[in-house]
């Protein structure tokens, strides 16, 4: 299987070609619970994450909602 270039946060990763975002954040063990990702800026919702396919050069950031006042 051939391997793709993408950024997570800012950082270069390298994954399989065809991964879609549950796969990568199974992957990288990225927090689920209280997150929100988004590809090219676009927000994914999470009934999407099994469907939404990560293409070359993709650049997806993870947003973690925390409570403050």
Do not use: H, K, Y
């Not at 950082?11 to 990288?28: M, N, V, Y």
């Not at 919702?45 to 973690?64: E, H, K, M, Y």
Request: charged letters at 10%.
């Amino acid at each position: 299987m051939s391997c793709i270039e993408i950024q997570i946060n800012g950082e270069a990763e390298s994954i399989s070609s065809g991964a879609s975002l549950s796969d990568i954040i199974q992957q990288f063990g990225l927090p689920e619970l209280g997150c929100v990702f988004s590809i090219n800026n676009v927000v994914i919702p999470r009934s999407n994450w099994n469907t939404t396919q990560v293409n070359q050069g993709d650049a997806i950031s993870l947003f973690q909602a925390f409570a403050g006042g």
